[in-house]
């Protein structure tokens, strides 16, 4: 059975940064692309970053320039390192498997709720 645990999250003020971290058990995220999703109030749940098998990485134009998805495969977990944070990434935060449509591909976890104040 895939979990996937997400943590990191927090209140921070605007400008503050965080680090976000994705532990998986069941699966081995080392051969696929690994992605960190969020959904803020009232909207759809929307890929932020994501980081190929060959560590090819991509970002939302919303999030360049201040986030940087990374990956431990010895620890088979992922990172998301959020600088300049700002209100607008006020979300829950969740990070799954890459599949078609840039859909996660397995069952979400619970997230990691990040929240910015101005």
């Known amino acids: 059975q895939v979990q996937l645990v997400e943590s990191g999250g927090g209140l921070v003020q605007a400008g503050g940064s965080l680090r976000l971290s994705c532990a998986a058990s069941g699966i081995i995220f080392s051969p696929n692309t690994v992605g960190w999703y969020r959904q803020a109030p009232g909207k759809q749940r929307e890929l932020v970053a994501r980081?190929?098998?060959?560590?090819?990485?991509d970002y939302a134009d919303s999030v360049k320039g201040r986030f940087t998805i990374s990956r431990d495969n010895a620890k088979n977990t992922v990172y998301l390192q959020i600088n300049a944070l700002k209100p607008e990434d006020t979300a829950l935060y969740y990070c799954n498997a890459v599949g078609l449509g840039l859909r996660g591909v397995y069952s979400w976890g619970q997230g990691t709720q990040v929240t910015v104040s101005s």
């Open positions: 980081l190929s098998s060959s560590g090819t990485t």
